[in-house]
C-alpha cells in the first residue's frame, strides 16, 4: 500500500488532503489496486476509455460536450466528470482525484457520489459506454471536479495534461459558458448549416481536426457538434483518394481560398484558409497542432485510443484544452515565427542576460532526471539552459509558452503538470514545474522526467527567484520589459526602413521591433503580415527558392534575404532606389550584429 | 445538385514519371461529365460525356468523377468560387465548372512525391483552358440548352478531343504556354496597306464574309476577331491544321495536281474544302466555327473557311444565313481563284518582314538579358525567351511563370527582382496591361547592375514607353 501513500503524498502536495484522500479511498473500493503506474503509461499496451458523467443528470453521458458544459453550469459547478482510461488489468489501477472549486467539505461526498454513479452506469449505462465498460475493467479513472471555492485551488498533481488544463484555462466557468454562447451564432441560425452563414464561411483561418473514422475533434470556429456532416465528407473525400495505392490527399486550392489536409494517422487535420499562404506553409500550420495534440496525449497513447476504439471521441480526452488550441491557432496570425520556426527571444542588456543564465544554469545543476529549464515573459524567451546532449525545438519552446501563458491558473501559484514535448519525445511525458516569479510576468519551467521532482524543484525555484530578487536580476527584467524588451525601428537609425524581421539561423530566435507607422492599426498589421508570409513563401519554394527577392511597389518595398547563417524580411520607403536600398540593408546588417548579444541568447546553456 | 444543372465539368489529372519535372508529365485522365445528369443510383454512368482514356472501367470513371464531384461541392462550402484543382501525392486533378452562358475554361494538372512548390497549376490550367476554348470555337460553348438529347455532343466531344490530345504536347508541356499571347508580324506601312486591300477587297467581292483572320506563319497580320479568340483559332491553325498542311504539301508536290496551279505561281489549299475543286457534283459538308457576339456575349455560329497559300493562312468567317453557295464546290473554285493570285501578291512582302524581325539590329541581342513582354490590350507578345536554337532554363521558366502570377494576382503596378538559382536573377513588373518578364545571367550581377541592364534593355527595346516600365 505504499503506493497509495505515495498518491497521498502528492495529493498533499496540492494542499488538499483531507478530500482527495478520501476520493481515493472511495475509488479504491471500487476496485483496489495499484496507483504507482502513471495514468498514461505508454509502455502500457492496454486501452482508455473516457466516461463523462454528468451528476445528477443521467442523459447527460450520450450528450454533447456542449450540452455537458451547459449542464455543469446549471448545476452550479458541481458536477463531477469523471475520466477513466488506460486499462491494464484488475489489479492495476492508478487513482488520480484532483478537486477545485467546490466547497472542500461537499468534495468528498460528490467523490464517492461519482464513483458510484461510474460503476453503475460501468455496468448498465448508455450502450456505448457500458459496452466499452463491460468488457474492459477499468483501471484508471481521474476524477476531476469543479468545485466552486477558488482558495482550495493549488499547484495540482495529474497525469493527464487536458484534466489539468481543464481547469486552467476555464476559469471561472460560467465566463466560459458566456463566451461559448457568444460565439455561437444567433438562435435562429442555430438550425443553419454552417456553411449558410456567411461570417462562417468567410472566416481567414478554419481549422478542423477529426478521427479517421470522421469524427470531429476539433474545430476553431463553431461547435464540433454542428460540423459532424462537413467532417464526414472531409473524410470521405480523404479515404476515396486514399483507396488507391499509397495515394493521399494533399489540398485543394480555388481562387482565394486554399484548402490543405494533413493525415498523421489515427487523425486528420485540415485548415481553410484565405491567407493567401501556400500549402506547404499551411501544412506547417498543421504540424504546429497535431503536435498540440500529441502533447497533452502522447503518439503512443493517441493511437492506442483509436486501435482499440476507431469510434472513440477524442474531444473527450482533449476536454479543457480547446481554449489553449484556439490561442495556438490565432497566434499562427499573428506571430511569423511560427513559419520561421523560431523562438521570440526578449531583448535584454547582455550583462542581466548572462546573469540570469548562469543563476537558471546554477539551479538546475545536479538535479537528476531535470532536461530543461527555461525563463519566460510575456511569449518571449528570457533564457533557457538544457541537460548536455539534449536539445529542445523550437516548436516544443512553443507548444511549452503558449499552454503556459494561456493558462491563468499558474499565474496564482506553482504547477507541477505531465506536458509530452512532440519533438524531445512524442512517445512520454516529462513533468513540468511552472511557477511566475513574484506573480510577475515573469515564469519559469524547469522540465523533468521524473514525476517526484516536485519538492526538489519547488526547493530550486524558490533558491532562484531568491537570488533573482535579492541580486535585483528579476526588477532589471520588469524594468527591461517596460522600456528596452521593445524597440522601436527608429533605433536602428535606418530611416528607410518602416520594419522587419530578423531570424538567426543558428539559435532558431527571431527578433523584430514594435510594429509602427503605417502598420499601427488591426489592417495595416494584416497587411505586413501578408508580406511577409508572401516573402516567406518565395524564400523556401524547394525548388526555386530565391536568395534575395525584391518587391517594389507605390506603397512599399518588401525585401527578402536567406543566407546560411540569417533570415532577413523588411519592408522599406517604396520611394528609395535599389542602390539606397542596399545600403539601408547594410546598415542594418551592421546595426544587428552589434546588437546580437542583447537581442538573442545565443551561447547555449548547458548543465550536467 | 439542382444548382448544378447545365453545369459542364472538365477534369484532368497527370501521372508524372520524373521527379518534379514538368516536361515529363503524362496525362492520367480527362473527362466531361455533368453533374446533373445521372442522379438516381446505379444511373450515374449518364454524368460521364466523355472519359478518357476509354478502356477505363465503367465503375472507375464512376469514382473518380465522383471524387471530383464532392471536392468541388466541398470547396464551395468555403468558397464562393469553384475548385480549380486538387492535389494528391500523385496526381494533380483540375477541374472547372463550365457554364451555359460560358467563361471559364478546363483544367490539368500535375503532381509531386515531395510536398513542395514545383507544381504550377497555372501552366496546367492554362493548357486545359486552352483546349475548352478550342472545343468552344469549333464546337459551340458546352451546354445542355443546346444539346437536349446528350448523344451528339458526346459525339463531338469524343472525336474533337481525341484528335486534340493526340496532337497536343499534353506529355511535354510547355512552360512558355503561360506566357501566351498572339506574336503581330511587324510590318511596315506599304505592307500593311497592301494587306488590308486584300482583306477589304475580300469582304467587297465575297459579300457573306463576315469576319477574317490572316496569319503568316505563326504570326498575326490581319485579325478582326475578338483577340482570345484569335488566339484560339490561330493556335489551331498552327498547331492542328499546319502539320496536315505540310503532309498534303509533300504529297501535292509527288502528286499529279493540275499543272496550271504551278503555272498560276500558287499552291492554295482549303482545309474543309472540296476534296476536288474540279469536282462540281460535290457538296461540301459545312464546318463550323462560333464566335462570341461582342453585344449579347452569345455564341453565334459562322461558316468557316480556312484557305493556305505561301505560308499565308486565311480564315473567313462567313455569315451563315447568306452562304448557302458556300456548299458548292463552284464556290470554293471562285474562292481560290480568288485568294489564290491575292495572296501570292502579298506573299514576298511578308516574307521579308519575317525574315527581317528575325536579324540582330531589329531584336535586343544581349547575351545575358532574355525578356518576354506581353501587351494585355491588344494580346500580343513580343519575347527572346526561346527561339528555333535556343531556351531559357526550364527552372528559370518557372520561377517567372511564379513571378507572372505575383504580378498579375497579387500586387497592382509592381516589380519584382528576384535573385534564384546560379545566381540569376529574374525581373517581372506589370503596368497599365503591359508586363515585361527578363531573365539576366550575367556572371556576379548584384541587385544594382540586374537593375541598370533591365533599364537598358528597355530603353532599346521600348524606347516609346520607357517611362512605363521603369
Known amino acids: 500500500m505504499s503506493d497509495i501513500e505515495h498518491v497521498e503524498g502528492r495529493v498533499r502536495e496540492i494542499h488538499l488532503a483531507a478530500e482527495s484522500a478520501t476520493i481515493l479511498d472511495a475509488v479504491e473500493n471500487l476496485s483496489p489496486g495499484s496507483i504507482s503506474e502513471p495514468c498514461f503509461d505508454v509502455t502500457d499496451s492496454s486501452n482508455d476509455v473516457v466516461v463523462v458523467v454528468g451528476g445528477g443528470f443521467p442523459g447527460s453521458t450520450e450528450s454533447s460536450r456542449g450540452s455537458f458544459s451547459r449542464t455543469l453550469h446549471h448545476s452550479s459547478g458541481s458536477i463531477t466528470q469523471i475520466r477513466a482510461a488506460n486499462v491494464v488489468d484488475v489489479d492495476q489501477q492508478t487513482v488520480i482525484a484532483r478537486t477545485e472549486r467546490v466547497p472542500a467539505k461537499e468534495a468528498s461526498d460528490y467523490g464517492e457520489e461519482m464513483v458510484r454513479k461510474v460503476h453503475m452506469r460501468s455496468r448498465g449505462g448508455s450502450m456505448e459506454k ?112 486514399n483507396d488507391t495505392n499509397d495515394n493521399q490527399l494533399w489540398s485543394m486550392r480555388a481562387i482565394g481560398t486554399t484548402i490543405s489536409f494533413l493525415i498523421r494517422t489515427p487523425l486528420v487535420l485540415v485548415t481553410v484558409a484565405k491567407t493567401g499562404e501556400s500549402d506547404r506553409q499551411l501544412v506547417l500550420y498543421l504540424n504546429y497542432v497535431y503536435d498540440f495534440i500529441i502533447s497533452v496525449l502522447t503518439a503512443p497513447q493517441l493511437s492506442r485510443i483509436f486501435i482499440r476504439y476507431p469510434n472513440f471521441d477524442l474531444r473527450r480526452m482533449l476536454s479543457g484544452t480547446e481554449k489553449i488550441l484556439d490561442r495556438l491557432v490565432d497566434w499562427f496570425d499573428e506571430d511569423f ?35 530543461f529549464a527555461l525563463v519566460i515573459a510575456k511569449r518571449q524567451l528570457i533564457s533557457v539552459t538544457r541537460l548536455k546532449k539534449y536539445i529542445l525545438h523550437p516548436s516544443d519552446i512553443r507548444i511549452l509558452i503558449n499552454l503556459v501563458d494561456t493558462s491563468d491558473s499558474f499565474k496564482t501559484a506553482e504547477a507541477w503538470i505531465p506536458i509530452c514535448l ?127 527577392i525584391v518587391v517594389t511597389s507605390n506603397t512599399e518595398m518588401l525585401l527578402g534575404w536567406v543566407s546560411g547563417t540569417f533570415e532577413l524580411y523588411a519592408v522599406l520607403e517604396p520611394s528609395i532606389t535599389k542602390h539606397q536600398a542596399v545600403l539601408a540593408i547594410e546598415k542594418l546588417m551592421r546595426w544587428m550584429k552589434k546588437e546580437e548579444s542583447q537581442l538573442f541568447t545565443i551561447n547555449s546553456q548547458v548543465f550536467s | 445538385m439542382s444548382a448544378n444543372k447545365d453545369k459542364l465539368a472538365t477534369a484532368g489529372s497527370h501521372h508524372h514519371t520524373h521527379n518534379g519535372r514538368l516536361v515529363d508529365l503524362e496525362l492520367a485522365s480527362f473527362c466531361v461529365f455533368n453533374s446533373s445528369l445521372g442522379q438516381r443510383e446505379g444511373e450515374e454512368h449518364q454524368k460521364i460525356f466523355l472519359f478518357f482514356p476509354v478502356t477505363t472501367d465503367v465503375d472507375v470513371q464512376i469514382r473518380v468523377i465522383g471524387l471530383l464531384e464532392a471536392v468541388s461541392k466541398f470547396m464551395r462550402s468555403f468558397s464562393d468560387t469553384d475548385c480549380r484543382s486538387f492535389l494528391t501525392s500523385q496526381q494533380l486533378h483540375t477541374l472547372n465548372l463550365v457554364h451555359p452562358s460560358d467563361t471559364a475554361g478546363p483544367r490539368v494538372g500535375e503532381n509531386d512525391r515531395t510536398r513542395n512548390e514545383t507544381i504550377q497549376e497555372e501552366v496546367y490550367c492554362s493548357i486545359l483552358e486552352k483546349a475548352y476554348k478550342m472545343f468552344k470555337i469549333l464546337n459551340g460553348p458546352l451546354s445542355l440548352v443546346e444539346y437536349p438529347d446528350t448523344k451528339p455532343l458526346k459525339q463531338k466531344l469524343q472525336s474533337f478531343f481525341a484528335d486534340y490530345l493526340q496532337k497536343s504536347p499534353f506529355g511535354k508541356l510547355d512552360v512558355l504556354q503561360c506566357f501566351d499571347a498572339l506574336s503581330w508580324l511587324p510590318m511596315n506601312r506599304k505592307v500593311f496597306l497592301s494587306v488590308q486591300n486584300v482583306v477589304n477587297s475580300i469582304s467587297v467581292n465575297f459579300r457573306e464574309v463576315r469576319y477574317s483572320l490572316m496569319l503568316y506563319w505563326d504570326q498575326v497580320v490581319w485579325n478582326d476577331i475578338d483577340l482570345p479568340e484569335a488566339l484560339s483559332m490561330a493556335h489551331y491553325i498552327t498547331k492542328f491544321l499546319y502539320p496536315d498542311l505540310m503532309e498534303k504539301d ?61 505560308s499565308i493562312a486565311v480564315c473567313l468567317f462567313l455569315d451563315e444565313a447568306s452562304s448557302a453557295a458556300s456548299e458548292s464546290t463552284k464556290y470554293y473554285r471562285n474562292l481560290d ?9 502579298i506573299a514576298p512582302d511578308l516574307a521579308e518582314q519575317y525574315s527581317k524581325q528575325h536579324n540582330p539590329q531589329w531584336s535586343y541581342d544581349s547575351p545575358n538579358v532574355r525578356y518576354i513582354f506581353l501587351n494585355e490590350s491588344n494580346l500580343s507578345k513580343k519575347q527572346t525567351l526561346a527561339d528555333r536554337n535556343q531556351t531559357v532554363q526550364v527552372e528559370l521558366l518557372k520561377a517567372l511563370v511564379d513571378i507572372k502570377e505575383d504580378v498579375t494576382n497579387r500586387f497592382d503596378d509592381t516589380e519584382i527582382y528576384e535573385k534564384v538559382l546560379h545566381d540569376c536573377w529574374i525581373y517581372g513588373k506589370r503596368n497599365f496591361q503591359h508586363s515585361l518578364f527578363a531573365v539576366v545571367t550575367q556572371r556576379n550581377a548584384d541587385l ?15 524606347p516609346s514607353s520607357n517611362d512605363a516600365y521603369l
Not at chain 1, 184 to 197: A, G, M, N, S, V
Not at chain 1, 424 to 447: K, M
Open chain 1, 130 to 241: 457500458s459496452e466499452i465498460l463491460t468488457t474492459e475493467t477499468v483501471s484508471c479513472v481521474d476524477v476531476e471536479e469543479d468545485i466552486a471555492d477558488e482558495n482550495a485551488e493549488g499547484p495540482l498533481h495529474v497525469e493527464c495534461t487536458s484534466s489539468y488544463l481543464q481547469e486552467g484555462v476555464t476559469q471561472p466557468h460560467s465566463d466560459q459558458q458566456d463566451e461559448v454562447d457568444s460565439s455561437k451564432p444567433l438562435p435562429d441560425q442555430e438550425e443553419l448549416d454552417y456553411t449558410q452563414i456567411p461570417e462562417w464561411r468567410n472566416q481567414r483561418r478554419q481549422l478542423f481536426v477529426f478521427s479517421n473514422s470522421g469524427k470531429p475533434v476539433y474545430t476553431r470556429h463553431g461547435d464540433e457538434d454542428r460540423l459532424v456532416t462537413l467532417c464526414g465528407v472531409m473524410q470521405a473525400i480523404v479515404s476515396v483518394v
Open chain 1, 337 to 371: 515565427g511560427f513559419l520561421l520556426g523560431a523562438v521570440r527571444c526578449m531583448p535584454l542588456p547582455p550583462p542581466l542576460r548572462e546573469s540570469i543564465n548562469s543563476l537558471l544554469t546554477h539551479s538546475c545543476q545536479k538535479t537528476p532526471n531535470l532536461v
Open chain 1, 422 to 548: 512532440p519533438k524531445f519525445d512524442a512517445g512520454g511525458f516529462l513533468h513540468a514545474y511552472i511557477h511566475y516569479l513574484r506573480e510577475s510576468p515573469v515564469c519559469l519551467i524547469y522540465l523533468a522526467v521524473d514525476p517526484s521532482l516536485f519538492h526538489s524543484l519547488a526547493q530550486s525555484s524558490a533558491n532562484f527567484v531568491s537570488k533573482m530578487e535579492s541580486s535585483g536580476n528579476l526588477d532589471s527584467v520588469l524594468a527591461a520589459m517596460s522600456s528596452t524588451a521593445f524597440y522601436t525601428v527608429q533605433q536602428t537609425s535606418v530611416v528607410e526602413l518602416r520594419h522587419f524581421v530578423y531570424k538567426a539561423s543558428s539559435a532558431a530566435q527571431l527578433t523584430s521591433p514594435v510594429i509602427g507607422h503605417p502598420y499601427v492599426d488591426e489592417e495595416g498589421r494584416q497587411i505586413l503580415r501578408g508580406f511577409y508570409r508572401y516573402l516567406h513563401r518565395k524564400m523556401h519554394c524547394p525548388t526555386r527558392a530565391a536568395k534575395i
Open chain 2, 250 to 310: 509533300i504529297q501535292a508536290i509527288h502528286s499529279s495536281l493540275p499543272a496550271q496551279q504551278f503555272a498560276q505561281g500558287h499552291l492554295g489549299r482549303f482545309f474543309f474544302g472540296p476534296k476536288n475543286l474540279q469536282d462540281s457534283e460535290e457538296v461540301v459538308p459545312p464546318t463550323f466555327a462560333y464566335l462570341t457576339d461582342p453585344e449579347s456575349g452569345l455564341a453565334v455560329r459562322y461558316r468557316l473557311v480556312v484557305y493556305s497559300a505561301a
Open chain 2, 337 to 345: 481563284a480568288y485568294l489564290g493570285p491575292a495572296v501570292a501578291a
Open chain 2, 448 to 462: 544594382v547592375l540586374t537593375e541598370e541592364e533591365i533599364r537598358k534593355l528597355c530603353s532599346k527595346e521600348f
